[in-house]
């Protein structure tokens, strides 16, 4: 994969800052070393986000996995390899952000000094605006305290600026999650003793929010006697932001043990969704909801709790849950239907309930063409959005397909290939669609769907680019997928 070098200084405390295989770049580090993608390594695409969500949620993004090397420049030689969970937003609202979770160091000397591997846990961002205007974030992850650095760079000159919003907290010592939910029944929801979170994603634009996603085993607890009445695995998404505000996001995956149930003190059944949202970093107040399947149905369920009293919003019509459903749609600039095939593997939750939530997963998928004959199958990415207001979203990331591949109509669509639908009801939505191509640009589209007709838009960014270069996580069944969460 060809590499584009930027040079900045990102000064000794901080040490430097990398580059995502998706936009790959190196950047210099204490003006002699360089962060770069290992040229033996590919990027393994695990995920796809669509439109942003509701902060401090975050989306837009595609994800992965890759080996990084520390580079010294004076030497040309690497002093250091790690991997790393990337996230890459291209060009959305006009800058291109590079995110980092580092996740396992496996050469060279772990500290912040130049030439240094960057400690498990640090985080590392860069957004470029374009001309001559970017900013790099790093929270570099140690034992006495995070090492955070804010650096702007201008066609003027670079500065850095303070930055106290330490979005590496808890990634290291693995206490992201390590706050239990507590419910209202006298229960809570904790992560199993000794055993960590398998962090398995991460998105966001630090230093404004960041997301991480993972997989938990949880147990409910009586908090009067402190003991264990049963045990779950959830996935699990951790947000915060700069104003300190803190969410997690539990959606049942697994029973283990206890007796399965919506009493208090039951194990949550399969399909239960939680999220507990700290404003403002308060961890007094905080707002409440969730969804338990019952045998006559969802019981959604939406409280504000605070030490005046609970309050209960009677939102009982909004389940976040609903975020599910993969739903089929037509591509108006060809008028070929895109149709969900099976059933969906869930891999990850994110969203901010009752504001909205999202699923990520992966999804088999069957192309027809007007007429509606079956042109072929591919296989994606999907993430489906729904929220408080009504409106909902669908994108995918194909992964594989069983057929002719390519940009013309009838062709099934290149791995690499985006698509994103916005349904924002009353018969108004977007549909974007970027087919990956390796003889030329990529084929870009989006428009816009109305009661009195559709419309053209000049999309400003290429979702897809890049991404044909990179392998794809593909499940081949459901047994593979549980073995690689847990």
Do not use: W
Not at 280 to 308: E, K, M, R
Not at 442 to 447: C, F, G, L, R
């Amino acid at each position: 994969m060809a590499r584009r070098c930027i040079t900045h200084c990102l000064g000794a405390a901080a040490g430097g800052l990398l580059g995502v295989a998706l936009l790959p770049v190196a950047v210099a580090f204490a003006d002699s070393y360089e962060m770069i993608p290992d040229p033996s390594s590919t990027e393994e695409i695990t995920g796809f986000f669509g439109v942003p969500a509701t902060p401090p949620a975050v989306a837009g993004s595609i994800q992965g996995q890759q080996v990084f090397e520390v580079f010294d420049t004076t030497t040309d030689k690497t002093v250091g390899t790690f991997d790393a969970d990337e996230s890459t937003q291209p060009s959305l609202f006009g800058a291109a952000h590079e995110l980092l979770l580092v996740t396992n160091d496996l050469s060279g000397a772990v500290g912040t000094a130049g030439g240094d591997t960057p400690p498990v846990g640090s985080v590392i961002d860069i957004a470029n605006y374009g001309h001559g205007y970017e900013t790099i974030y790093s929270a570099l992850a140690l034992s006495t305290g995070d090492v955070i650095t804010f650096t702007l760079t201008t066609p003027s000159g670079t500065e850095s600026t303070p930055a106290h919003y330490d979005v590496a907290a808890g990634l290291a010592d693995n206490t992201l999650d390590d706050q239990p939910a507590v419910l209202t029944d006298g229960y809570e929801l904790a992560p199993a003793t000794g055993v960590t979170e398998n962090i398995t994603s991460v998105t966001g634009v630090p230093p404004a929010d960041i997301a991480v996603e993972g997989n938990q085993l949880f147990d409910v607890y009586n908090a009067a006697s402190d003991q264990a009445t049963g045990s779950f695995y959830g996935e699990v998404a951790n947000t915060s932001d700069v104003l300190r505000n803190y969410t997690e996001e539990i959606f049942v995956t697994q029973d283990v043990s206890g007796t399965v149930g919506a009493a208090a003190g039951d194990t949550p059944p399969v399909g239960s969704l939680y999220n507990v949202f700290y404003i403002f970093g308060d961890g007094s107040i905080y707002n409440l909801y969730s969804v338990t399947p019952t045998a006559s149905g969802n019981v959604v369920s939406d409280v504000i709790v605070s030490p005046y009293g609970d309050i209960t919003i009677p939102i009982s019509f909004y389940d976040a849950t609903g975020a599910m459903t993969v739903n089929s749609f037509t591509v108006p600039t060809d008028d070929e239907t895109i149709v969900p095939v099976g059933s969906e593997q869930i891999s990850g939750v994110n969203g901010v309930p009752p504001l909205d939530s999202s699923f990520q997963g992966y999804q088999e998928f069957e192309l027809d063409n007007a007429s509606g004959n079956t042109i072929g199958n591919f296989d994606a990415d999907v993430t489906t959005t729904n929220s408080f207001f009504g409106n909902s979203s669908e994108a995918l990331l194909v992964t594989a397909e069983s057929g002719t591949a390519g940009t013309a109509t009838g062709d099934l669509p290149p791995a690499g290939s985006v698509f994103d639908v916005n349904d924002n009801g009353f018969g108004y939505e977007t549909i974007y669609s970027d087919l990956a191509s390796t003889t030329g640009a990529n084929v870009i589209s989006e428009t816009f769907v109305t009661p009195f007709g559709d419309f053209a838009i000049n999309p400003t960014f290429d979702l897809a680019a890049n991404a044909a270069d990179s392998t794809f996580f593909v499940p081949t069944s459901l047994a593979e997928l549980v073995s690689s969460l847990f």
